[in-house]
Nanobody, 116 residues
Framework: QVQLVESGGGLVQAGGSLRLSCAAS????????IGWYRQSAGKQRFLVASITAVGRPNYADSVKDRFTISRDNAKNTVYLEMNSLRPEDTGVYYC??????????WGQGTLVTVSS
């Protein structure tokens, strides 16, 4: 299975920015739709943004115009640039395949905390 390692989280004030990275083992990562998911306390994991193999993004309404997902297939890495952060963006962020969850297990995630 593909190993996924998320990084880049931290504590930031509302209005601030963070850039998350998701590094994967295995070249199959670069051929699939990859998503960033957020799990907040007491809530289910939810898809925040996704990107196709050729770089077409899709966003949840709550992050549209604030978050930007991108990928570098040569590095098997997907990024999530988060701007204008809000307290409700707080949670653990994970990356994973969107349509082929059988290819990887969930990583440790990276914690984002936005203070008001």
């Amino acid at each position: 299975q593909v190993q996924l390692v998320e990084s880049g989280g931290g504590l930031v004030q509302a209005g601030g920015s963070l850039r998350l990275s998701c590094a994967a083992s295995g070249s199959i990562f670069s051929t699939k739709v990859i998503g960033w998911y957020r799990q907040s306390a007491g809530k289910q994991r939810f898809l925040v943004a996704s990107i196709t193999a050729v770089g077409r993004p899709n966003y949840a309404d709550s992050v549209k115009d604030r978050f930007t997902i991108s990928r570098d297939n040569a590095k098997n890495t997907v990024y999530l640039e988060m701007n204008s952060l809000r307290p409700e963006d707080t949670g653990v962020y994970y990356c994973n395949f969107v349509y082929r969850r059988d290819l990887a297990v969930w990583g440790q995630g990276t914690l984002v905390t936005v203070s008001s």
